[in-house]
Structures are given as structure tokens and as C-alpha cells.
């Protein structure tokens, strides 16, 4: 099955810079890739998300980068605000035939500090 | 804001109890799927429910088992409770058929004694 693994497990970046959270993937057939920021006590919300036949999404402060070839995708946020202080997740799934199920991985707790 | 909804938010149970969790999809949405997050790490994928059959499962024991009603709401329940499923149970909701973007519920804090 799939294995997704997720690179750092914590992260402190100053107010203003730049945060990036990359993960890599093991299972060729993955191919939509989407991002979670989970807050104490709430559910995971979905942030951003790619698929396979685009190599770079952007949404604001927020990006995603995807590289096939190295089953690797990464999440950039720029000009980091106090609020985007959270766990995020990545996650990988086939979604050739619908809803197939997420793998996530194991989270990066990012702080920013002001 | 999501228009997924569980209840109940956080209970308490004891060891060899059953449980029942409920989760209301998001209107237009047909198929949910339902996670364990043990503390401190990522959702696990437990099953998904599409046309009120199970459509997938990961690795749980049979256990585990769930529902899905002709309004799309669904239940998972629980058996023989052990304390390792102390946990947040996540409710994803989605449309089969469309995008794949699946969106959460707050979850349920479900803590076994």
C-alpha cells in the first residue's frame, strides 16, 4: 500500500518568512495530493491540493509543488502570519475511480514566531 | 467552516463497552469516509461508505463496522472496546463522481478506560 512520509515533524519559522514541508510517496498509481492544516481541538481543513497532471498549484501565501518522477510534493507558505501556526498534513490517494482513501502523513507542527 | 458535523464531540468509555459515533455530510455530498488519529500523529483510514455499502477499508478489525443512510449520514460503530482506540475519530465527506476534495468533521475524542 501507500507510504507517505513527512519531513520535519516540527518547524519554527519567523513572523514574515517563509515555511516549506515536503513529502515524499511510494505508490507510482497516487495521484491527488492534498494538504491539511489541523488546529488544537478541530478537524483537519483542507488548505491546498494537486494532481498528478500539474506540477505547481498557488493559492495566495500558500503553494504546492509536485514532482512525479521523484513522488515528492511540497508545501511552501510565504510571509508567514501568527495564524497559520498549526499541524499540517500531506496526503496521497488514487483517485482514478472516485474517492479512494487518503494516506496522510505523520505531520509538521509549525509555529511562527512573532 | 465545513457541513460536516459529528457528535458526539468527546465521551468516555469503558473497556469491553461499544460505541456508536454519527457524522452528517456536507449537502451535495454522497460518500463518507471515516479515520482514527492517534494523538500526536496522522489519520488512519478505517472505511469508506458510498450508496450505503462499504466501499474500502483499511486496516481495522471487523470490529469496527459502519452504516451509511439513504440521506448520506453515517454511523461507525465500535465493539469490545480496547484501550488502544483512545482516539479522534475523524468523519471525511465527498462526491463520488466529481472533485475528490474530501472535507473533515471536528471529529470525536473518544477516550477508553
Known amino acids: 500500500g501507500e507510504n507517505v512520509e513527512q519531513h520535519p515533524s516540527t518547524l519554527s519559522v519567523q513572523e514574515g518568512d517563509s515555511a516549506v514541508i515536503k513529502c515524499t510517496y511510494s505508490?507510482?498509481?497516487?495521484?491527488?495530493f492534498p494538504w491539511y492544516k489541523q488546529e488544537l481541538g478541530k478537524g483537519p481543513q483542507l488548505i491546498i491540493d494537486?494532481?498528478?497532471?500539474?506540477g505547481e498549484k498557488k493559492d495566495q501565501r500558500i503553494a504546492v509543488t509536485l514532482n512525479k518522477t521523484a513522488k515528492h510534493f511540497s508545501l511552501h507558505i510565504t510571509e508567514t502570519q501568527p495564524e497559520d501556526s498549526a499541524v499540517y498534513f500531506c496526503?496521497?490517494?488514487?483517485?482514478?475511480?472516485?474517492?479512494?482513501?487518503?494516506?496522510f502523513g505523520t505531520g509538521t507542527r509549525l509555529t511562527i514566531i512573532p | 467552516e465545513t457541513g460536516v458535523t459529528q457528535s458526539p464531540t468527546h465521551l468516555i468509555k469503558t473497556r469491553g463497552q461499544q460505541v456508536t459515533l454519527r457524522c452528517s455530510s456536507q449537502?451535495?455530498?454522497?460518500?463518507v469516509s471515516w479515520y482514527q488519529q492517534a494523538l500526536g500523529q496522522g489519520p488512519q483510514f478505517i472505511f469508506q461508505?458510498?450508496?450505503?455499502?462499504?466501499?474500502g477499508r483499511g486496516n481495522f478489525p471487523p470490529r469496527f463496522s459502519g452504516l451509511q443512510f439513504p440521506n448520506y449520514s453515517s454511523e461507525l460503530n465500535v465493539n469490545a472496546l480496547e484501550l488502544d482506540d483512545s482516539a479522534l475519530y475523524l468523519c471525511?465527506?465527498?462526491?463520488?463522481?466529481?472533485?475528490?476534495?474530501?472535507?473533515f468533521g471536528q471529529g470525536t475524542r473518544l477516550t477508553v478506560v
Open positions: 471525511a465527506s465527498s462526491f463520488t463522481g466529481g472533485n475528490t476534495e474530501a472535507f
Open positions: 461508505y458510498y450508496r450505503e455499502e462499504e466501499n
Open positions: 449537502s451535495g455530498h454522497n460518500t
Open positions: 494537486i494532481r498528478s497532471n500539474v
Open positions: 496526503a496521497a490517494s488514487n483517485a482514478n475511480f472516485g474517492n479512494e482513501k487518503l494516506t
Open positions: 505508490d507510482s498509481a497516487s495521484n491527488y
